[in-house]
């Protein structure tokens, strides 16, 4: 039998002269093609290169590298730009006699200086913006404790620091969370060393997890940063502020989940207009409260056999994560306490700490 051609017409073909083009006319040569640049890099972790403020204080010595950190990782980070006035010492425009200090001159003695645009040990020309704790848009003051004259911590005026000396900071808003530890800039110090040729970057969109204490209203001592601080009212909860970030609350706040949160005066969380739940979201805060934990322990961790410092959860954290279990025993060791592994386990379960979960909203 014959096949069907489906009504095709064989007999009487056109021909079609269509020409090509793969892009408007004139693309190469209109002036609307506008070459520049718009997408840098996704937004979770922004594609800009900050480098930490050269003067900052030091907060704890890495054992294991045996430098100093200046920036403990989760804190809430600000930035400082060519047109920052304060702190001293800060980035400046290239050609404005942007001076830093390094350490000893091995020729003249003392304190040596040198370009910030032009030296080895200056910044990388990729490097815009330095990164501070946030402060919460208030003006503050970092203090030098003794572990910068032990780490021979040089000042803005080139000067090595003397603990209670102030660091003057100006108002902030948070650019981003610090997502590693930032080590002390110490570029200077030895002929080779240049600790941030390509920079870090910060975290801006990202569910974490930090831990928490709820403190009672009225108490003198709190582990809640406020720009009045003097070097002594952060110097009596540095064991814990050093070591870790962390939020609080004080009774009297709303502090429950869907609260935006904001930065205190040196970077940890607190709840935002003290936990207003009306309260907009504005360019201080760093995300949403979405989950509280104080359900501990857990899977049977309490029962696993840990030895002490293995910091390992465990019967030497009562199951507790560890994270949250030497954040308790330090925040305890600040207001005066020794806590045993009963005590950290039952102030968790009563819910004077524990874990606060964190959507970052930054961008």
Known sequence: MALDN??????????????????????????LAKRARLEVSEGIRPAEYFAPYKYLPVIEKDIT???????????????????????????????????????DDQVNGGVGSYSQDMSYFGYDEYITNLVVPANGGDDTNLYYTAKDEEA??????????????????????PVGVAFH????????????????????????????????????????????????????????????????????????????????????AIGNYMPQALGDLKTPKTNQTVGKLVGIDTRFPKSGLEDVQTYPGSRMPGTQTAGLPSFLFEFVVAAEIAKGN??????????????????????LLVS
């Open 181 to 264: 530890d930032w080590f002390q800039d110490i570029r200077g110090k030895y002929l080779n060393y240049r600790m941030w040729p390509d920079g870090g970057h910060v975290l801006t969109d990202w569910y974490i997890e930090v831990p928490y204490v709820i403190e009672a209203s009225g108490v003198v001592q709190t582990l809640r940063a406020t720009a009045a601080d003097d070097a002594a009212a952060r110097d009596a909860f540095a064991v814990a502020s050093d070591q870790y970030a962390y939020m609080t609350a004080v009774d009297g706040e709303a502090f429950k989940p869907g609260i935006f949160v904001q930065s205190d």
């Open 6 to 31: 489906f009504n095709l017409n064989f007999e009487a073909q056109n021909t079609h002269r269509v020409p090509t083009r793969d892009r408007l006319k004139k693309w190469a040569k209109t002036p």
């Open 338 to 359: 020794n806590p045993t592994i009963e005590d950290v386990l039952g102030l968790v379960q009563t819910g004077v700490y524990g874990v606060a979960r964190i959507q």
């Open 152 to 173: 021979g911590t040089i000042k803005a005026d080139g000067t090595y620091a003397v603990a209670g000396d102030p660091v003057e900071m100006g108002a902030n808003a």
């Open 65 to 103: 590298h045996e430098d100093y950190v200046v920036i403990p990782k989760g804190r809430i980070l600000g930035s400082i730009s060519v047109y920052d006035i304060k702190p001293d010492g800060g980035i400046k425009m290239c050609g404005e006699s942007g001076v830093l200090y390094g350490y």
